[in-house]
């Protein structure tokens, strides 16, 4: 979050709403065993961090506790919500499927929270020949409990129509107001994008049951999407159906 454009505010506006970090995502993550052990002094520099943050925290609450001298004090607005109480969250992104000889080591819960076992254009996730199937079925239930999927350019692909995809076309309208052409072929692409992403996640959430899942119709992830509307509200319907 840079504060700039339209990625996102400034971080001065941060204090006045409940954001807060919770973990790191650990790009370009190799997946060679021999960097295991490079990965995990990552990972333990990460969660000790976080659990001396906490316990700073932690420490400065009850001083302000002790401070107050009515027992019946309404708790402090900047107290944690957060249910991350220790060590912080760790992801790893190789973007690809650990090796099915190091898969264990590469899921290990001391290693690793989530592991992105897909990083690629949704076309990839169907066209890729039987790799991401192949791979999927290796996968215990636990290891898919920490598995995420990402898919970028989702106005391509065999089930799609709408073509390449970068971020949508500008709105236009005639001198009355009414939509023209152009809006109208955003509108379906739009649509298009999201059924693109509606059969992505049903077979990432139901019927691989990966913990997470991100998807963008954009190239890259420096800029909203045309399709970002549609993907939030196809994963909340998801997310309700699962619960």
Not at 76 to 81: H, R
Not at 90 to 107: E, K, M
Not at 142 to 150: G, L, M, P, Q
Request: glycine share 8%.
């Amino acid at each position: 979050m840079t504060g700039t454009g339209n990625l996102g505010r400034p971080w001065r506006s941060i204090r006045d709403i409940a954001i807060r970090l919770d973990g790191i995502f650990v790009d370009e993550v190799p997946t060679d065993a021999k960097y295991l052990d490079y990965l995990q002094r990552i990972t333990d520099t990460v969660r000790s961090g976080f659990i001396e943050v906490a316990s700073r925290r932690s420490h400065c609450n009850n001083s302000n506790n002790n401070n107050d001298n009515s027992s019946m004090s309404a708790p402090s607005a900047s107290s944690p919500t957060s249910s991350t109480a220790g060590p912080g969250i760790v992801i790893h992104n190789p973007g690809i499927f650990p090796s099915s000889d190091s898969s264990d080591a590469f899921f290990s819960p001391r290693l690793v929270d989530y592991v992105v076992v897909f990083e690629n254009c949704l076309a990839a996730w169907w066209d890729s020949g039987d790799y991401v199937s192949a791979n999927l079925a290796l996968l215990t239930p636990e290891k898919r409990a920490k598995a995420i999927a990402v898919a970028h350019t989702c106005g391509c692909g065999p089930k799609s129509q709408a073509g390449d995809s970068s971020g949508g076309r500008p709105q236009q309208q005639d001198s009355e107001g009414h939509h023209t052409d152009a809006d109208k072929a955003e509108n379906s692409e739009k649509d298009d994008i999201k059924k693109n992403v509606q059969n992505f996640l049903n077979e990432v959430v139901t019927q691989h049951k990966l913990a997470g899942h991100f998807a963008t119709s954009a190239t890259d992830y420096a800029t909203w999407c045309s399709g970002w509307e549609g993907y939030v509200e196809v994963a909340c319907d998801l997310a309700a159906a699962t619960c």
